[in-house]
Every structure is written in structure tokens, then in C-alpha cells.
């Protein structure tokens, strides 16, 4: 199997930045090569079947909500959120508001990185959902969803704390 695909490396390459658009081909190629050997019954796909199952996995891959490709980049817009740039928010003397701020750079780089970078996101634009929505692209009622998740494990953890 793997010399198949040392064989037909450039073309397998070239379809899967042909589906995506050029978009993401590196990590999507990856995951198709590695859904495509994991595959149980690979062995039994006839030769000139192959390249057509393939087509089939990265289609898949790119164009399914669930797939694994969708939840790590596209879903969360990996490249589009760490590009922002994030204008200096000057300290106020307030304990809490450096509490947040030392909470959002932990998570960012131990926890979950979306919350916290979104939430940075939400508070750069004036803590203004539709302005958060506009400057990521990610729809609006997930920008709700996921600013007041985050806002709600911040509160949580400072009940916690106390």
C-alpha cells in the first residue's frame, strides 16, 4: 500500500488541492493519507479503485461537519484567530480585570486556545458580539455561545478561588 501511494504521491497531492482550493491542502492531505491507511479493508480495493476512494475521502474530509479535518481547522478558524492582531488594551487598576487578562494567557496556552482567544477577540472589539462576528467570520450566534461559555467558566473559576 504504501508504495501505491509513493507512486501516485503528486497526483493524490494535486486532487486534494484541486477539492479544497488550494485551502488547508497540507493538514487535509495528511489526514486523508492517514484515514486512507487506516482503513481496515484498504487491501481489498481493487488497484484502479483506489484513486477514486481517496476522491471520496478528502471530499469527506473537507466537506463534512464532523469530520476530524473540520473540528481542528476549519471549525475554529485556527490560522484566521491567531493572525488577529489584538490592539494594546491598557490595564486598569483593577485586580479582576488582570485576573481575566492572566486567565485568557494561561488558557491560550494550557486550556482550551478558542475560548480564551475569542474572548481576547470580544474584548479588543468593545466586548460587542457583532463586531467579534464581523472581524472572525465565525457566525454570530456561535460567537454568543461560545464568549458566554468562556465568560462562565471565568466566573466559575474565581467563585472557586475565593
Known sequence: MNQWIIDNYQKLYQITDKLCSGKDTDELFQFCIEQFLYYP?????????????????VK????SNTSKFHKIYRKHKFQELHNIEIKDIPYEDSDELRWVYEQIEHDKIYGDWYYARLFEIYISEGCSMTNTHKRTTIPLNSVSRDVNKYRK???KRK????
Open 159 to 162: 467563585k472557586n478561588k475565593s
Open 153 to 155: 467558566q471565568l466566573i
Open 41 to 57: 479493508k484498504i487491501e481489498n480495493i481493487p488497484v484502479e479503485n483506489r484513486l477514486f476512494f481517496f476522491v471520496r475521502i
Open 60 to 63: 469527506n474530509q473537507y466537506h
